[in-house]
């Protein structure tokens, strides 16, 4: 029985040092914010949207560069959600719709300034349109 006990112990052991090797060998993920929030003018008068974007991004490297790059990031977005109508962004299409184009653009963007492409996803965490 003490064998038995010792085994089952040593094979519980063994597979927690295995995870944790795992974790440690992960690759890091961080979410950027891009601060401040975007808003931007649309094409009708008197409207606007207020959107918070922010950037999973993956190894240390791409973080920091992705950092540097942040003001032609935040350029190319603002040039992408400005001038639009508020009916291109009222359903959950249209705004995933508007997600992807914003993460094509992030990824255009940063394959113009640098060769390194950590971006995983871009996700709104906020959206208002007033």
Sequence with gaps: MRVLL???GFLFFSGFVYAEDD???APVIEYLEMQPKFTVNL???KKYLLVNVQLMVEGTEAIEIIKKHLPALRHQLIMLFSGRFAAELQSTEQ???LRQEATETIRETLRKYTKVDG???L???E???N
Aim: no cysteine; hydrophobic share 50%.
């Design 43 to 45: 094409a009708e008068r």
């Design 127 to 129: 959206f208002l349109v």
């Design 123 to 125: 996700f709104f965490t």
């Design 95 to 97: 705004r995933e719709k």
């Design 6 to 8: 010792m085994m089952l």
């Design 119 to 121: 971006l995983k996803d």
């Design 23 to 25: 974790e440690v060998e």
